[in-house]
C-alpha cells in the first residue's frame, strides 16, 4: 500500500516568529540580495530632527509677523503711501460732512482740503502717531464710483444707521462690494448718543444682530464725539491689512491731481499728467497703462516731484525773528515743484509696450496654392473609381444605355406600403355646440368710478415697448424651460438648408470635434497662448523674484500720458475718480476670457445670450456681449440661450487679456439709464480653444406604430430633407433610440426603426449641433449711469 504524499497545492501555514523584531541577518537572508528602491528626487531632502523642526516653524512664523508688522508700519507713513480710506454711508439719515467735521480735528493733526468736483477729500497728517489718512468718500447710489474706489482704497469705512444699519441702497451696494472683493474694512455707528439712554443699549444689541448677517464677529465702533473719532483713527491705523490679488501684482495709482496739454496737430488729444502716490509694485515707464473706464495708453516719462504731503514738514526760522518758525504750506510746496522737479524715467521706444490689441490678419494666408499634375491624376482617378456604380441590366446593354436605366430598388415597398395607409380612412370627430352662435343676452349694472391721478401718472412713465419686449424675453424664458432646445422646423425653407451649419452626434461628450475647424474671422485678429498657465506662472515669478526699475511704492510721481483723449481729463474735473492700473506683459491684447458666474438673487429678469452687458472684470470696466455655457469639465460645453438662476454658467467674450485671479461683476443697463448687478464670479481662463455648441432639437410625431417600427411626421416637410438627415440618431423622450429607415411619399412622413415599442404619446426627436462663437463688441468705454437714489426719488414723486 502506498503512503500518501502531498501535491502541489498543500496549504503552507506561517512560521511562527520567534522574537518581537526581526535581527538585520534574517533580513538580509529574506531579502535574498534585494535592494531598497532609490528615491529620486531633484532636492535633496534632509530629514530634521525634532528641536530642529520646531525651530523652523518658529522662523517662519517670526518672519511672517515681521512682514506684517512691516507692512503696517510702511503705510501712511513718511515713506509709504498715505493710508487711503474711502468712507461709504450706507443710510440716508448718515450725516457725511459731520463724519468729516468729527475726522478733522486740528489737534489730532494738519488738515489739508482737496475738492475736485462733487466729491471732496482732505489729507490728515498725524506727527504724533507717526501716520498720515487720505480720506475721500462715495454714495452707495454712484455704484461704479463706489466700486472703482473700492478696487485702490486701503480700507473702506461704512457708516451706519443706529437703528436700521443700512437701508436698500446700502445693502445692494454691499452685495457689489462683496462679490468684487473687500479689502480692509472698519465699521462705525453715528448717530447713537442722539438717542434716549434708556434705548441706546437695545439699539446697539438689535444692530449687532442685523451686522452679523453680513459681517460676523467685527466689532462696531461709535463715531458721534471727539473722543470716539480718535479711537476710531487709532483703529484704522494698527488694523491688518488685507489684500486683493489681482492689485497686489500690479502698480496703481489714485490720481490727487492732473493736467492737460494739447497737441499741436489735435486739441482732441494730448498727453496727461497724473500726480499721485506709486502703490501695489514698482512702476515701469515702459509698461502700459490702464485708465479705467478710459482703455490703455502709453507713457513717456515719470517725474519725481516734491511730496506735497509730507509727514514732517520743513521748518523755516525767520531772520528778523529766529524764535518764529513756519511750515511750508501745500500751495507753496505746489510752487515749488517746479524748482524740485526731477525726471525719474523716460520711455525708451525699444523696450516699451506696444499698443497693438488685435492682430492683422493677412487675407492670403489661408489661400491655397495651385496643385500639382500629380495631385490632379490622382484625383482624377479617385472620381473615376467613385463614379462607377453597379446596376443590373438585360444582356447586350451598352454604357450609353445602362446610363438611363433607373435603380428603382427599395423604393417600390415603402411606396405600396404607404399608399395603403393612405386609403385608411381617419375621421376626426369635431363636436360643435348649435347655439355658439347666438349670445345670450345678460343684465348689467353701470357705476360711475372716480379716476385715479396715481395711475394715469404712473402710466405715463410705462413704456409699452419696453413692456412688450419684456414679456416676449419671459415667455422665450418660460418655453425654453418647458422644452430645452427645442425649435420648429421652418415650412418655408429646406431644413437641410436652414439647418446646413449643424451636424449629429453619436455621443455629446465623447465624440470627436476640432477646435480649429470653421473658426470664424475674428479668430484671426486675436492672441492666442500656446500654454496660458504657464505663461501666468512665469510672470507672477518673475514679479516675486525680478527687481525692476522705476518708481518705488510710495513715492510721489507725475505720469505723462501720451496720446489720451481731451474727454478724460473733462471727465476727471466733474469730480469722477482717475484710477490707473499698470499692465502686465500681454494684457493689451485681445483674445476670447471666459468667466464662471452665477446669478445674484436679487434680480429675476430674464438675460438672453449675446445681449451687450456691462463687465467689472478685476481692475477693467467694459462693454460686450457674452455668451452662456455650461460650467463641465468636458472638451465640449453646451450652450445655453439665458442666463438660468440654479447653477453656474460660463460667460465667453472677446475681451483683453487679463491674469487671474480676478472679480467678476456682469450689469445691465435698464432702459431709464440705471445699471442693475445680475451675476458675479471670477475670471476661470482665457482659452479660445473652449468649444461653445450650440444643440437645436427637431421633435416629430408617430403617426403609425408597429412592433419595433413606426412612421414619424410633422420633423420635415419634403423627402429631400428626410434622406439628408438619415445618417442622424434618433431619440424619445421617454429614453428609446433608433434610426431613421426611408422616407415615405413627398411630404416628409419617415419610417423609423427603435430599441423597442414607442408610446403613442411619446415625441421623437433628434438632436443636431453646431459651434458658436461671441460677438465683437468690446467697448471699454462706459459712462456713468443714473444714481439709484436720484431715479428712485423720481419715480416716488411721480407716484405721488
Known amino acids: 500500500m502506498a503512503a500518501h504524499r502531498s501535491g502541489p497545492l498543500k496549504q503552507q501555514n506561517k512560521a511562527h516568529k520567534g522574537g518581537r523584531h526581526r535581527g ?80 478733522q480735528d486740528k489737534d489730532t493733526g494738519t488738515v489739508h482740503f482737496s475738492e475736485w468736483g462733487s466729491t471732496h477729500s482732505f489729507m490728515l497728517l498725524c506727527p504724533r502717531l507717526k501716520h498720515r489718512w487720505f480720506f475721500t468718500s462715495a454714495r452707495p447710489g454712484e455704484l461704479h464710483t463706489v466700486l472703482d474706489m473700492a478696487k485702490v482704497a486701503d480700507t473702506i469705512l461704512f457708516l451706519l444707521d443706529p437703528l436700521e444699519g443700512w437701508d436698500s441702497t446700502g445693502d445692494y451696494c454691499l452685495s457689489c462690494l462683496f462679490a468684487q472683493g473687500l479689502p480692509t474694512y472698519t465699521l462705525a455707528v453715528q448717530g447713537v448718543s442722539g438717542l434716549p439712554p434708556r434705548k441706546q443699549i437695545d439699539a446697539r444689541k438689535k444692530l449687532s444682530k442685523t451686522v452679523e448677517k453680513r459681517f460676523p464677529d467685527d466689532k462696531l465702533l461709535l463715531l458721534d464725539t471727539q473722543k470716539e473719532a480718535e479711537m476710531l483713527l487709532r483703529q484704522l491705523a494698527n488694523q491688518k491689512q488685507r489684500h486683493l490679488a489681482f492689485r497686489d ?10 493736467d492737460f496739454a494739447p497737441s499741436e496737430e489735435n486739441n482732441l488729444v494730448g498727453t496727461l499728467k497724473i500726480s499721485g502716490y506709486v502703490r501695489g509694485q514698482t512702476l515701469n515707464v515702459n509698461s502700459l497703462l490702464h485708465i479705467i473706464g478710459q482703455g490703455d495708453f502709453q507713457m513717456k516719462q515719470i517725474d519725481a516731484p516734491m511730496d506735497p504731503f509730507p509727514l514732517n514738514p520743513r521748518v523755516i526760522k525767520s531772520q528778523k525773528d529766529p524764535g518764529m518758525a513756519m511750515e ?18 523716460k520711455a525708451d521706444p525699444d523696450k516699451q509696450e506696444s499698443l497693438q490689441t488685435e492682430v492683422i490678419p493677412d487675407p492670403m494666408e489661408g489661400e491655397q ?12 482617378d479617385f472620381l473615376k473609381k467613385s463614379s462607377k456604380v453597379v446596376k443590373k441590366v438585360p444582356k447586350g446593354t451598352s454604357s450609353y444605355q445602362a446610363e438611363w436605366i433607373l435603380d428603382e430598388d427599395g423604393e417600390s415597398d ?19 355646440d348649435e347655439g355658439s352662435g347666438k349670445e345670450e343676452e345678460e343684465e348689467y349694472e353701470t357705476m360711475t368710478m372716480g379716476e385715479s391721478v396715481r395711475d394715469d401718472l404712473y402710466d405715463d412713465n410705462v413704456d409699452d415697448e419696453a413692456e412688450e419686449k419684456m414679456l416676449e424675453k419671459y415667455k422665450q424664458e418660460r418655453l425654453q424651460e418647458m422644452f430645452p432646445d427645442e425649435v420648429d422646423t421652418p415650412r418655408d425653407v429646406a431644413a437641410r438648408i436652414r439647418f446646413q451649419k449643424y451636424r449629429g452626434l453619436k455621443s455629446f461628450r465623447t465624440s470627436p470635434w476640432d477646435p480649429k475647424e470653421n473658426l470664424p474671422q475674428d479668430y484671426a485678429r486675436i492672441f492666442q497662448f500656446q500654454n496660458f498657465t504657464n505663461t501666468r506662472k512665469r510672470l507672477f515669478k518673475e514679479i516675486e523674484e525680478k ?18 483723449p481731451s474727454s478724460v481729463y473733462e471727465y476727471f474735473k466733474r469730480g469722477a475718480p482717475l484710477i490707473a492700473f499698470s499692465l502686465l506683459p500681454h494684457e493689451q491684447k485681445m483674445s476670447v476670457l471666459n468667466m464662471v458666474v452665477s446669478r445674484y438673487s436679487g434680480n429675476t429678469e430674464p438675460v438672453k445670450a449675446k445681449e451687450e452687458l456691462i463687465f467689472h472684470c478685476g481692475f477693467r470696466r467694459f462693454r460686450a456681449s457674452p455668451l452662456f455655457s455650461q ?26 487679456v487679463t491674469f487671474p485671479p480676478a472679480s467678476v461683476l456682469l450689469f445691465k443697463q435698464n432702459s431709464n439709464g440705471m445699471h ?36 414619424v411626421r410633422y420633423m420635415f416637410f419634403n423627402r429631400e430633407d428626410v434622406l439628408w438627415f438619415k445618417p442622424v440618431e434618433l431619440r424619445t423622450k421617454w429614453g428609446r433610440r433608433g434610426h431613421i429607415k426611408e422616407p415615405l411619399g413627398t411630404h416628409g412622413h419617415m419610417k423609423c426603426s427603435f430599441d423597442g415599442k414607442l408610446k403613442s404619446q411619446d415625441t421623437v426627436l433628434m438632436n443636431l449641433y453646431k459651434r458658436v462663437f461671441p460677438k465683437w463688441t468690446y467697448d471699454p468705454y462706459v459712462p456713468e449711469p443714473v444714481p439709484w437714489m436720484k431715479k428712485k426719488s423720481l419715480w416716488l414723486h411721480c407716484a405721488e
Open 414 to 432: 415603402g411606396e405600396d406600403e404607404y399608399d395603403d395607409m393612405e386609403h385608411e380612412d381617419f375621421i376626426e370627430e369635431e363636436s360643435q
Open 631 to 656: 460650467h463641465t469639465a468636458a472638451d465640449k460645453h453646451k450652450f445655453q440661450r439665458f442666463l438660468t438662476a440654479d447653477v453656474a454658467l460660463v460667460v465667453t467674450i472677446y475681451g483683453p
Open 369 to 380: 496654392t495651385w496643385p500639382t499634375e500629380e495631385e490632379l491624376s490622382e484625383a482624377n
Open 249 to 258: 501684482r500690479r502698480a496703481y495709482l489714485f490720481a490727487h491731481t492732473a
Open 24 to 103: 538585520r541577518g534574517s533580513a538580509q537572508r529574506d531579502g535574498k540580495g534585494r535592494l531598497a528602491l532609490k528615491i529620486l528626487s531633484k532636492k535633496v531632502r534632509k530629514e530634521l530632527s525634532r528641536v530642529d523642526q520646531r525651530h523652523r516653524a518658529s522662523q517662519l512664523r517670526k518672519q511672517k509677523k515681521e512682514a506684517v508688522l512691516a507692512e503696517k508700519r510702511q503705510l501712511g507713513s513718511k515713506d509709504g503711501p498715505p493710508h487711503q480710506i474711502l468712507v461709504v454711508p450706507l443710510h440716508d439719515r448718515i450725516s457725511l460732512p459731520e463724519a468729516f467735521r468729527l475726522l
Open 676 to 711: 442693475s448687478l445680475i451675476a458675479t464670479g471670477y475670471l476661470l481662463s482665457v482659452d479660445p480653444d473652449r468649444m461653445v455648441i450650440k444643440r437645436v432639437v427637431l421633435s416629430g410625431h408617430p403617426f403609425k406604430i408597429f412592433t419595433k417600427m413606426a412612421v
Open 547 to 564: 527687481e525692476v526699475e522705476g518708481a518705488e511704492v510710495g513715492w510721489y510721481v507725475t505720469l505723462h500720458v501720451s496720446e489720451v
Open 328 to 345: 511750508i504750506c501745500v500751495t507753496d510746496a505746489v510752487a515749488d515743484m517746479e524748482e524740485d522737479l526731477k525726471v525719474l524715467m
